[in-house]
């Protein structure tokens, strides 16, 4: 197949998995181009799936997979985009490959340099909660498996090179330079979550036992920093009261961001029960302003959780988190909007803030390098609201998941066929017109 | 002049000075026809509060009668009587009417001809003297965000159309904490609903303090403090108004300050050392800390100190600042409080002023009229060519510049009350923690409720003093003894006023738990840099 009718995917999240799927399994070359060290993105962080419950992981792994086996798909991990020149049907992209100082070929991901390296930095896959080496893969699932030195965290000592039965580690590597040319762009980039301590009253960073929810989904997994064990942050206690604030830093105006993420009430929801599941004695409160539970399912669900596990929903945003003297348990000050009373929940172990998820602040320097333009929010513009939700400003790049719109799993995997089915018309085009036929 | 009269109010006690005035009468005694009498149980009633409002109201002066000494019905009203009057007279001075325009006499029931002449004389010299210097009938102003502006448009001017009624401002609120029966979730909530009257005639409307806590955390940033000081003026059109501590001594003081002609002697504060200019760059806006001074005396409060201090830092950093005779109250209080009208006055008054004396950069020890002069004036009266800045961005610039030189080391412990007007409403937290930080010795421990987060002093702009005031005020003093500091700087004068007005009330609270000395941040700099102040001097003013 010519390289014309290949397509650049920005990102490896679960929506640009599936469009590469959906590409390559049609017979277009792919390039997934990521830049941590792993494909899987903000689903291979997550412990469960809403409204099913499943495994997040272990629904993901096999794409992840599935992707690094395909012919047609080509991983470009770790690395970054430099320039995107062309048009339709003919871009040329320069792509850089960040030094993992690991020689991909030969790294087998045994993990034993990781037992041995003397260094231990907070990891990123685990939002900073739990520790990895200066050697280390993201997470045990990651694809591909290969290990990446962090150079800036590394102090030499070349431990992990003496220990290396492959002889993979490569501290002589350079940075790489990669030319594409491609027939078509999707852009899959996801989404950061909002840092909400500047929402002072809420004690995030200051106050340890206040976490957020995409931290949380990394403490109480199996895979994660404390194994899985529902324990309170600050001291390792046993959690008997657990508390969930909306809307952090969403549907605002002075902080965060006006829009709704449009998850938040449906994973709380899920974390909710993972709770009740771990911990049936743990009291769990959801602090909401209205259940936006829209899906298919979700309603269902979240009925299930008042009935069957006896989730407590509150209506209200509360007013301030307050660490009670002497304990590092939590009180929460709130106004129960239905009652009209204004009251405190005492001896809270765990707040989990439901913070907005934003689109990447790095759209705005990708958006310059597609030409594309941006949204005020920074999520990629649409040519139609309605009728082209995946096309770009620019004709032959397209976009899918979060960094279109906020929307959960099941939206960004059939966003992602929509994206990859108009890539294929589009690279159709192209082949049609170099065999000499008109539109 | 011939056909002035003098217009006299007459406070008589029911006991002594009414029953003179009967006995003068019944033994048909003549005297001149100038008293208006108001027969008050006793001459201990009568407030600075009802004298001022006498004069705002077209008196020329005014008498107070009581028992003589030892024969107080209530055994020691005309003592406390005696303390009031004199507290008033400086008052009366520093406002320029005089304090010859106010007499209290001693009249027991069996001196009707003592009463007879104490009226002769008083109008004689009041005739002497011509009328009060007061214009008694002020123009209407025309004003900004009057009383016609429709709820409807309050709701959208203050955002409060986005309100999700999610309950975080009422469940932030110090107030509703302590009274669940004022929220301004609710208080929104009836405004949205359209219920005017219900907004207009709530008590909550005067319970809120505009600390602007429920603003910072508000979510939508509805501007509660502004729907709140526009409703107060929209019920005050509608003649309703809330409850005034010290029965609103302090507004009238505001109020007369307000009118063209008066003509104050405010300048008595100065040490005679110190150096003012008339006309010049920078201006020391002193505010009513003159007024303080004499008002919250008792308290052991010396609020002119703070103006002090100011003065002697500026004058030991090389600067001799505009200080004018002719400044008036920046009309902070008047504003949040529903009298939009008086507080144009001021503000035109002010800016006049200002204007004339070609300043071009106003420092503030009050963080009020730091908000007034820099938020207010441009708002209701267009642009201002002048700069403003609070006493902690000055110091904070005279640090950097190396103007200030600390004697040596304070060692102490001290803790920081954000005032609510400097902090969320001019977002200032850093300079006055720069500026304390930056005296050799001196340790910052905070309080748990910092910044952001700071619980207010418990009363602001003079309204509604009561239960959950003094509640809150026990919680702050609490925490702020719970530092373990030996010193609680403030860096504004009402927040000082406040705490230690606590401090020397009898409350449901065991002293030592709360005792701590308070002083202003320009107070302590004066005192790190050692321009102490002469005591006896003081205490002469």
Known sequence: MSEKTAVLIIGGGIAGIQAS???????????????????????????????????????????????????????????????VKGTVGDFH??????????????????ASCT?????????????????????????????????????????????????????AVDFSQQPQDIDLNVGAVIVATGFDQYDPSEIVEYGYQRLRNVLTALEFERWVCASGPVGGHLLRPADGGIPKKIAFIQCVGSRGRKFGTPFCSSVCCMYATKEALIIREHAPDVQVYIFYNELRAFGKGFQEFINRARQDYGVNYIRSRPGEIKEDTGKKTLTIWYDDTLTREIKTLADVDLVILCSALLPRSSNRKLAELLGAELDDYGFFRITHPLLAPVDTTVPGIYVCGYCQSPKDIPDSVAQASAAAARAAEALALVQVQRLGGGT | MSEYEPRIVGFLCNWCGYAGADLAGTSRLSYPTNIRIIRVMCSGRVEPAFILNAFEN???????????????????????????????????????????????EWVSASEGEKFASVIKDFTEKLRGKGPSPLVKDLQPVPVQHNATESIHDILKRTKALYCQECGKCSSSCPVTRLDPTYSPRLAVEKALMGLEDAVLTDKGLWSCLTCYLCRQRCPLDIEYDELIRTCRAKAEAKGITGQCSHEGVLFS??????????????????????????????????????????????IG?????????????????????????????????????????????????????????GVTKIVTTCPECFRTLKLDYPEFLGRRKFEVVHASEFLSELIDNGKIKFAGKIDQKVSYQDPCRLGRHMGVYDLPRKVMTSIPGIELVEMERNRQNSLCCGVSAWMGCGRHSKQMQIERLTEAKDTNAGLLVTACPKCQIHLNCALSERLPVEKEKIAIETCDLSVLVARAMNLTLNSTEMNKK
Request: with cysteine.
């Open chain 1, 93 to 110: 992209v320069k792509i850089r490959k960040k030094p993992r100082y690991v020689d991909e070929t030969k790294c087998t991901g045994c």
């Open chain 1, 21 to 83: 799927l959906d590409l390559a399994g049609r017979g277009f070359q792919v390039y997934l181009l990521e830049e941590t060290p792993t494909i899987g993105g903000r689903m291979a962080q997550l412990d469960k799936t809403f409204p099913t419950m499943d495994c997040s992981i272990c629904i993901l792994a096999p794409k992840m997979m599935e992707c690094f086996r395909h012919p047609n798909i080509k991983l470009i991990t770790y690395s970054e985009l430099k320039e």
């Open chain 1, 115 to 167: 037992e041995h390296c003397p260094i231990e930095v907070p990891s990123e896959f685990d939002m900073r909660l739990g520790m990895r080496k200066a050697i280390y893969m993201p997470m045990p699932q990651a694809v591909p498996r290969c290990m990446t030195i962090d150079r800036e965290n590394c102090i030499e000592c070349k431990l992990c090179s003496k220990i290396c039965r492959a002889g």
């Open chain 2, 301 to 357: 409060v010396r609020n002119i100190e703070i103006a002090q201090s100011m003065l002697r830092v500026m004058n030991a950093a090389g600067i001799k600042p505009v200080v004018l005779e002719e400044e008036r109250c920046c009309g902070h209080d008047l504003s949040f409080s529903g009298d939009i009208a008086s507080f144009t006055r001021l503000a035109k008054i002010n800016s006049a002023t200002i204007k004339k004396s």
């Open chain 2, 58 to 104: 077209g008196a020329d002066g005014v008498l107070v009668a009581g028992c003589h000494p030892g024969d107080c019905h209530y055994r020691s009203g005309n003592q406390h009587a005696e303390k009031r009057i004199e507290k008033t007279k400086k008052l009366l001075d520093l406002l320029g009417i005089g304090s010859e325009r106010l007499r209290l």
């Open chain 2, 253 to 298: 003081v505001s109020r007369l300050m307000a009118s063209p002609e008066t003509k104050q002697n405010r300048m008595d504060w100065i040490p005679p050392e110190a150096e003012i200019a008339k006309t010049g760059k920078l201006m020391y806006f002193v505010g009513c800390l003159p007024y303080f001074n004499v008002v919250f005396d008792d």
